[in-house]
């Protein structure tokens, strides 16, 4: 086995260590705060009372599944306010939007150039300091920026080494106020990552160390924190878990799931966790034979099947969508959804994935 790690984000762990971006930024002057929307009146307006003057301004235009042109807005707030730096507070939407921005801000084009169009990306960025609010896609450690472009109907990851982060301060209280649902689907979001990072076919020893004791704390403390939002050691477990499945995905890439992760929510509107937990389960069937009775022995569970099982719990116990049926899929655009989810993605699962495998895999889902 060959590989290469490189992780060259700073991390910072801890609840209520938020406002230490202030500090870490002040040799850095004026910056541009990313924000979600749901956060402006509340930490983000606490950031800005504390950095006496120096993020005068806020940019929360931020969508789920963000747009190609919410990161042209974002560009457009940064030249207006000669920013020098980002600070991204928010789930993954908000981090992708930051990072994609800090580098096509010094590119001459629009975003869509660089996403759909094969244009390179410009070699420069601003610093970005990541504080994430959601226990979901560990993008604060990723190298990636997904991105939807609605007019093409297409969402899709772009990735650059220049997309990873400066610093990520991981403050487990910013998640608190996650209402159940969001904490459900990104929850399961992180075992995706954790699972798909394990059996990717380019999967490696530190990744694959991260990926399990990521997925054994998704099975720990998932149903904990959705049943009990304020439970903040169940949510500092899940941000933990979270951190770490970003790393176990951020070199062997994602697989089956988050490749039909995609049209289901660019053309069926699910969540992006949920998404990825939709064919979950069916995966970790299909996959059976890529070590990971070794992952579900070390989760707890005395077989493949029954980690599966688990898995198909968790969603139902959640609300989460269980069939197409559930999701709005008809039997007859089964053709058309198989076509799409073939993303590159696919290339990574252990097991080799044809049009017939996915669609007898969308099939069982009836
Ligand atoms: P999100 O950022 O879209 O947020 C989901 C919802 O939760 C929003 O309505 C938001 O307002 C709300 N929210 C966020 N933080 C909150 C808080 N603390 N309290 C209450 N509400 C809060 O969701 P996400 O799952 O974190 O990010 C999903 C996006 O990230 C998708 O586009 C997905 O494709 C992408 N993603 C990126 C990577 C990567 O490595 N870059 C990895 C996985 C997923």
């Known amino acids: 086995m060959s590989w290469n790690f490189n992780l060259p984000v700073k991390i910072l762990f801890g609840r209520n260590r ?5 500090d870490l ?35 929360s ?16 707030a940064i030249r207006r306010l000669d920013a020098k730096y980002l600070i991204a507070m928010g789930g993954g939407s908000v981090m992708d939007v930051a990072k994609a921005a800090s580098v096509i801000i010094f590119g001459d084009d629009r975003t869509r150039a660089y996403h759909t169009g094969g244009k390179a990306l410009p070699q420069k960025r601003l610093p970005v300091f990541a504080i994430p609010t959601t226990a979901g896609t560990g993008s604060e450690v990723t190298s990636v920026s997904v991105l939807t472009d609605r007019e093409l109907g297409v969402k899709a990851p772009m990735g650059s080494p220049l997309f990873n ?13 996650v209402p159940p649902r969001v904490t459900a689907s990104t929850g399961l979001d992180v075992l995706a990552h954790a699972i798909e990072g394990y059996w990717s076919v380019h999967h490696q020893p530190i ?17 904990r924190v ?11 477990r899940m941000c933990e878990a979270s951190l770490l499945a970003g790393i176990a995905f951020s070199h062997p890439k994602t697989t089956g ?9 660019n053309v069926y509107g699910m969540p992006h966790g949920e998404a990825c937990a939709f064919t979950l389960d069916a995966f970790i069937r299909i996959n ?13 569970f005395d077989s493949v099947d029954a980690m599966a099982d688990a898995v198909y719990d968790l969603k139902r116990r959640t609300g989460m969508k269980l069939t197409l049926a559930d999701a709005g899929i008809k039997t007859e655009d089964v053709p058309e959804l198989v076509k799409a989810s073939m993303h590159p993605n696919m290339l990574n699962n252990p097991v080799a994935m044809d049009a017939e495998a996915i669609e007898r895999l969308y099939r069982g889902l009836q």
């Open 226 to 236: 959705y049943n009990n939002p304020q439970d903040i050691d169940g949510r500092e």
């Open 25 to 59: 930024t002040k040799p850095l002057g004026d910056g541009l705060l990313i924000c979600d929307p749901f956060l402006v009146d509340g930490p983000a307006r606490q950031l800005i009372a504390v950095s006496a003057g120096r993020i005068a301004e806020v940019f």
């Open 288 to 300: 059976a034979d890529a070590r990971v009775l070794e992952l579900a022995r070390y989760s707890g």
């Open 61 to 76: 235009s931020v969508s789920p599944n963000p747009s190609v042109e919410e990161v042209d807005a974002c560009c457009d």
């Open 207 to 223: 990744c694959d160390a991260t990926a399990m004791y990521a997925t054994k704390l998704v099975f720990q403390n998932l149903m």
């Open 257 to 265: 799931s988050h490749a039909c992760s995609y049209p289901l929510t």
């Open 165 to 177: 982060m400066d610093t990520a301060i991981v403050d487990p209280v910013l998640t608190l106020s």
């Open 18 to 22: 938020a406002l230490e971006v202030v």
